[in-house]
Nanobody, 114 residues
Framework: EAQLVESGGGLVQPGGTLRLSCAAS????????MTWVRQAPGKDIEWIST????????RYADSVKGRFTISRDNDKRTVYLQMNSLKTDDTAMYYC???????RGQGTQVTVSS
């Protein structure tokens, strides 16, 4: 069974950093583009970033460009989201998705607050 498990969320002060991880199992991870999205309370899902299967093509939403970095390790079957210079507006549940069909993990909560 294909599965994605996110981790690494938590409470951080504005300006802080977090690194999210998403471990994949049950499918050929190295053949799939992967995406991070987030959802703040009462708001729609927001696309954040997508990385292709080899990590050679990466896109970011304007809201996180220059602050967040997506990467992947196909040997470890894991995709990462390094988040720097966090803002209160970054508070949300963060999910990784298999880009082709939107398979999504359970999410990890990120709260940015002083």
């Amino acid at each position: 069974e294909a599965q994605l498990v996110e981790s690494g969320g938590g409470l951080v002060q504005p300006g802080g950093t977090l690194r999210l991880s998403c471990a994949a199992s049950g499918f050929a991870f190295s053949y799939h583009a992967m995406t991070w999205v987030r959802q703040a309370p009462g708001k729609d899902i927001e696309w954040i970033s997508t990385i292709d299967s080899r990590g050679g093509s990466i896109r970011y939403a304007d809201s996180v460009k220059g602050r967040f970095t997506i990467s992947r390790d196909n040997d470890k079957r894991t995709v990462y989201l390094q988040m720097n210079s966090l803002k209160t507006d970054d508070t949300a549940m963060y999910y990784c998705e298999r880009t082709t069909d939107g398979l999504r993990g359970q999410g990890t909560q990120v709260t940015v607050s002083s």
